[in-house]
């Protein structure tokens, strides 16, 4: 039986829902599993011109389904495809579907009903929240990836169909290279429209004026932002090799998203040393216990800044916090999280493909 996602879309650029997608897909294929992923989001309508562009599109994507997202390493035994519509004979009734985002979560109940299973990561809450809760009422298994998340759907009445399977970590590719002791002042955070952005922003012009040798770097998908100070170095895009020294530059990292299903570069930054300082984001209780693998602050940019100088001025809290964490989200492993899922969807490893 085929394990099938159903992705909303195609992305040019590192997308963190996406990329738990694919590593599970990759990791599921090295398992000995059939594994396809099917994206959706070409519009069928449109005049000649525009049918034209989509049907080159779709032939070129046939042609090399990498290209889909050229970002991620896929396994080649993963079946990737471009589609207009995620319609049930795409998703095949004897497969095993998972939707993947509330776009898709319709489609899946539509084409195999209460057989099919939903991979939540976020309450969606930023589109059209009625149409998210909708889905989340659909007769789908759902898998959260954070107790906080579960929280929400108990509070729907889908705690009974609701299963916490937490997102996995690399921790081959996220480690220390660098010891937190021997690094300097120096902070880090992904900059993005849902990822608190200005407060980020603010709260790193705040704590220079109080630590004049403090250095920064910022990280996303987007190019620099008029509003970040000078001093702050900016990268776009980085690769995989290029964000672990990034996150080993630096000893602190900030989060400051108001709600998120886990924080995916949190984690990533804590198994590289960092020391975490975060809001109470819903998804980072996972991982963030204030005072002991991170530090909890109230929602603000000025509370940020002041978390930021307490940990410069004090480095043995700075570098117990940042050992503790990185030993807390060790336990995150993908060999857990696959075999978890395997065990939710009823399937085993297929001995002699790994």
Same mark, same amino acid.
């Given at each position: 039986?085929?394990?099938?996602?159903?992705?909303?879309?195609?992305?040019?650029?590192?997308?963190? /829902?996406?990329?738990?997608?694919?590593? !599970?897909a990759?990791?599921?294929?090295?398992?000995?599993?059939?594994?396809?992923?099917?994206?959706?989001?070409?519009?069928?309508?449109? #005049?000649?011109?525009?049918?034209?562009?989509?049907?080159?599109?779709?032939?070129?994507?046939?042609?090399?389904?990498?290209?889909? =997202?050229?970002?991620?390493?896929?396994?080649?035994? @993963?079946?990737? %495809?471009?589609?207009?519509?995620?319609?049930?004979?795409?998703? #095949?009734?004897?497969n095993?579907?998972?939707a993947? =985002? +509330?776009?898709?979560?319709e489609?899946?109940?539509?084409?195999?009903?209460?057989?099919?299973?939903?991979?939540?990561?976020g309450?969606?809450?930023?589109?059209?929240?009625?149409?998210?809760?909708?889905?989340?009422?659909?007769p789908?298994?759902?898998?959260?990836?954070? #107790?906080?998340?579960r929280?929400i759907?108990?509070?729907?009445?889908?705690?009974?169909?609701?299963?916490?399977i937490?997102?996995?970590?690399?921790?081959d590719?996220?480690?220390? &290279?660098?010891?937190?002791?021997?690094? $300097?002042?120096? *902070?880090?955070?992904?900059?993005?429209?849902?990822?608190?952005?200005? &407060?980020?922003?603010?709260?790193? $012009?705040?704590?220079?004026?109080?630590?004049?040798?403090?250095?920064?770097?910022?990280?996303? %998908?987007?190019?620099?932002?008029d509003?970040?100070?000078?001093? *702050?170095?900016?990268?776009?895009?980085?690769?995989?090799?290029?964000?672990?020294?990034? !996150?080993?530059?630096?000893?602190?990292?900030l989060?400051?998203?108001?709600? &998120?299903? +886990? /924080?995916?570069?949190a984690?990533?930054?804590?198994?590289?040393?960092?020391?975490?300082?975060?809001?109470?984001?819903?998804?980072s209780?996972?991982?963030?216990?204030?005072?002991?693998?991170?530090?909890? @602050?109230?929602?603000?940019?000025?509370?940020?800044?002041?978390?930021? @100088?307490?940990?410069?001025?004090?480095?043995?809290l700075?570098?117990?916090?940042?050992?503790? #964490?990185?030993?807390? @989200?060790?336990?995150f492993?993908?060999?857990?999280?696959?075999?978890?899922?395997?065990?939710?969807?009823?399937?085993?490893? *297929?001995? /002699?493909?790994?």
């Amino acid at each position: 039986m085929k394990i099938v996602f159903a992705l909303p879309s195609m992305t040019g650029v590192p997308v963190g /829902g996406f990329k738990i997608v694919y590593e !599970y897909a990759n990791r599921l294929a090295a398992r000995g599993h059939a594994v396809a992923v099917v994206h959706a989001g070409v519009a069928a309508g449109g #005049g000649v011109g525009e049918r034209l562009r989509r049907r080159r599109l779709l032939g070129r994507v046939k042609r090399d389904p990498t290209m889909i =997202a050229p970002w991620f390493d896929f396994d080649p035994r @993963v079946e990737l %495809t471009l589609v207009e519509k995620l319609a049930p004979d795409v998703l #095949g009734r004897r497969n095993l579907v998972i939707a993947t =985002a +509330w776009e898709t979560a319709e489609a899946v109940a539509a084409a195999v009903g209460n057989a099919g299973f939903y991979l939540i990561q976020g309450y969606e809450s930023w589109g059209d929240e009625e149409a998210v809760r909708a889905t989340w009422r659909l007769p789908l298994r759902k898998i959260v990836i954070s #107790g906080w998340l579960r929280d929400i759907a108990i509070e729907m009445g889908e705690g009974e169909r609701t299963v916490v399977i937490p997102n996995g970590l690399d921790l081959d590719r996220f480690g220390v &290279d660098v010891s937190p002791a021997a690094r $300097g002042p120096r *902070v880090g955070a992904l900059l993005g429209a849902l990822k608190g952005e200005a &407060d980020v922003i603010a709260a790193l $012009g705040h704590a220079r004026l109080r630590v004049p040798g403090l250095e920064a770097v910022t990280y996303g %998908t987007r190019p620099r932002p008029d509003s970040l100070p000078k001093w *702050v170095e900016h990268v776009r895009l980085p690769g995989p090799l290029e964000l672990r020294a990034l !996150y080993n530059s630096c000893a602190i990292f900030l989060q400051a998203s108001l709600a &998120d299903g +886990w /924080g995916l570069s949190a984690t990533e930054a804590m198994a590289c040393g960092c020391a975490l300082i975060t809001y109470d984001n819903g998804g980072s209780r996972e991982y963030a216990r204030d005072g002991q693998t991170a530090v909890v @602050v109230d929602r603000g940019a000025e509370r940020i800044a002041a978390a930021i @100088v307490d940990l410069v001025e004090r480095p043995d809290l700075r570098e117990q916090l940042a050992r503790q #964490g990185r030993e807390a @989200v060790s336990a995150f492993t993908w060999e857990r999280a696959v075999g978890s899922l395997e065990e939710e969807l009823h399937v085993t490893p *297929v001995q /002699g493909r790994q």
